[in-house]
């Protein structure tokens, strides 16, 4: 495995971190372990006066970009006088190093302590500037400022939303300590939400990203809570006799959809997201668990063995109408719905092996993108590209991610920990 | 065609250093029965003590759930892959809980199903629970009452066995029968 340091990510780095000090949370490191076959080739130069601060925003913008697997990043060293705008881009130089785009951007700082960061994309085959912004910000904005330039980057080349302003929840494990975490998508920044010398699991984001239900094993039992991120603050609002588990929430983030027990077998119900009014939506004789709202907030899709082994059933609220969608093997579960409602992914046992797979409604072909043996847990990123799972490396558990069409694939590992149920949030409001 | 290999190896802010508004909300509740606030039922573990237990002494000799040379001392039932079938050779352990539930209508139980760790946490809760209620059914039939005893799953959550292979599997794919303050 070759580490290349880039002038501009090394300083970044040396400046920002001292590598090997404690870290007091589980920091995620992510690698690219296999690359879209025609990634686009792109120079990310660095920007006009970007040494001034220690964070170098170019440097996490071609992290981004190189780490979606879409894009490979083309060498901008010895092209002197360094380009700062779009105008001073040489086509030639630069179609010589195989770069098909390039970016430049330049930052001038503001008497009122804010500074105009400006960037430009071109395509220096067609020799035209695609896109040209300034943001004004602070320099605590940096970072976020980096991920949206290099959302809009990704966007404007392969047509799809970026994700790299947005946030991953995960659980670690450390001895007897388990932890609920949020990070950004590139792992940076990691922060506690909760802690316990007891099980957690199951992690769900609401739709405007501003709560997490969880499970939580603290009573001794499973209990499902709602925990508001920007103020800490949590109820219970899923604790009764038996065992309490798998939260999901509707699309308006009015409702969970949640497995009891109360009342013999597990079995899913509906309740209002702050508690209380629980209704028994479907029944079976067996389990039904792992509900999930499919995007238009009309149906569930969820895990039942009513048929005799675990597999996955939609049900349409309004008719109650249920449908079967999985019929390959004998053990199907964890449906995820795709945010375009086309489709799912889900986790299937296939010879002893579990991996992550992906449903199409319309065909209901079944394309099997992960390995395996021991992948679960899968969490679709809001822009329907990549999806993150659970999976083991080393001897532990880390996280994984691979692309929609299985091309691309990273490793998200986070040292002296085990890290487990990943759950990808949804796109910032703003 | 060119691979590319990218290891990002991201700085991180302390703990404590950062100012963004997500909060730590650390929680321990460490208390046997405890139920951490919340909405209706949770009936755990009302009675404090083991019920119908002549006098007040909880030491192994006058308390038939310690005594060692009671089955009652025995609280756990092992299951095969998938299945939440109570085998045979568990039926005595079964009914001699059904019985002294039976012979003590205010004692309660709680019966934690768990499975091996393999496959999904959420279906591993609800097969857990499958297995708990399997024992509680068979203990109602052989003579306890619905309300004495309270099923719960921890799912492949907490493994007797930390081991990733077949021993350790048949270890943690079990039913534990437990009392109150234990």
């Known amino acids: 495995m070759i580490l290349l340091l880039r002038r501009w990510f090394a300083m970044g780095l040396l400046a920002f971190s001292p590598l090997f000090a404690p870290l007091a949370h589980a920091q995620l490191s992510i690698e690219i372990v296999g690359g879209a076959g025609a990634a686009i080739p792109i120079a990310v130069v660095p920007f006009g006066n970007e040494g ?51 970016v430049v951007g330049s930052m001038q700082p503001l008497p009122d302590g804010r500074v105009d960061v400006r960037f430009a994309l071109a395509d220096v085959v067609k020799q035209t500037t ?59 920044d990691p922060q506690s939400v909760v802690a316990s010398n007891e099980p957690l699991l199951s992690p769900r984001w609401s739709p ?43 699309p308006d983030g009015r409702r969970l959809a949640v497995t009891l027990t109360k009342d013999g077998g597990s079995q899913v119900y509906m309740m209002n997201a702050d508690g209380g009014n629980a209704t028994r939506v479907l029944t079976s004789p067996g389990i039904d668990t792992e509900a999930m709202f499919t995007p238009d907030g009309q149906s569930l899709v969820f895990t039942s063995d009513r048929g005799g082994t675990p597999q996955i059933y939609r049900a349409q609220l309004l008719s109650g109408q249920v449908e079967r969608l999985t019929f390959d093997g004998s ?18 046992r296939d010879g002893g092996r579990f991996q992550v797979a992906s449903l199409d409604y319309a065909t209901r072909q079944v394309q099997v993108l992960t390995s395996g043996p021991g992948d679960e847990s899968p969490s679709v990123a809001p822009n329907g590209k990549l999806v993150i799972y659970a999976s083991e490396g080393g001897g532990r ?8 069409d299985g091309r691309v694939k990273q490793r998200l590992v986070a040292p002296a920990s085990d890290v487990r149920e990943p759950a990808w949030g949804p796109f910032p409001r703003s | 065609m060119l691979k590319y290999l990218w290891i990002g190896l991201i700085a991180a802010a302390l ?42 002494a909880t030491g192994s000799a006058s308390n038939p759930l310690r005594d060692p040379n009671n089955i009652l001392s025995k609280r756990s039932v092992y299951f095969d892959y998938d299945s939440f079938v109570v085998k045979d050779e568990y039926r005595p352990l079964v009914e001699a809980h059904a019985r002294y539930l039976q012979q003590n209508r205010s004692a309660r139980a709680t019966v934690q199903g768990n499975t ?20 509680k059914r068979m203990m109602t039939l052989l003579g306890a009452t619905e309300s004495q005893i309270e099923t719960v799953s921890f799912g492949k959550e907490k493994p007797k066995n930390p081991g990733h292979d077949e021993t350790a599997w048949a270890e943690n794919r079990r039913d534990d029968i437990v009392y109150p303050g234990e």
């Open chain 1, 52 to 102: 001034t601060w220690p964070l170098g925003i170019s440097g996490v913008v071609g992290a981004d970009l190189a780490r979606s697997g879409m894009f490979r990043l083309v060498d901008t060293n010895g092209v002197v006088p360094r380009p700062v705008r779009a105008e001073e881009i040489q086509s030639a130089t630069w179609r010589a190093r195989n770069a098909d785009a390039v």
């Open chain 1, 130 to 188: 695609l896109v040209s912004m300034t943001f004004t910000v602070t320099p605590q904005q940096f970072r976020l400022t980096a991920h949206k330039i290099a959302d809009i980057i990704y966007e404007k080349l392969t047509g799809d939303r970026g994700v790299f302003s947005t946030r991953i929840a995960y659980i670690t494990k450390q001895g007897p300590r388990y932890q609920l975490l949020v990070a950004d998508a590139d792992g940076n």
């Open chain 1, 208 to 250: 405007d990203g501003t709560r997490l239900a969880y499970v939580s094993f603290e009573n001794k039992k499973p209990v499902v809570y709602v925990q508001s991120l920007e103020t800490g603050e949590r109820r219970a609002v899923a604790n009764f006799r038996g065992s309490n588990s798998s939260p999901a929430w509707s």
């Open chain 1, 331 to 348: 053990y199907n579960v964890s449906p995820r719905p795709l945010p375009d409602g086309k489709g799912l992914v889900f986790v299937r």
């Open chain 1, 397 to 404: 558990g880390i996280l994984a991610a691979v692309s929609i």
């Open chain 2, 15 to 56: 703990a404590g250093c950062s100012t963004t508004p997500s909060t730590e909300a650390p929680v321990d509740d460490r208390s046997a029965a405890g139920a951490a606030g919340g909405s209706a039922g949770g009936a755990q573990t009302g009675s404090a003590s083991g019920g119908g237990v002549t006098g007040s």
């Open chain 2, 116 to 135: 091996d760790e393999r496959g999904s946490r959420e279906y591993n809760i609800a097969l857990g629970q499958k297995r708990a209620d399997s024992v």
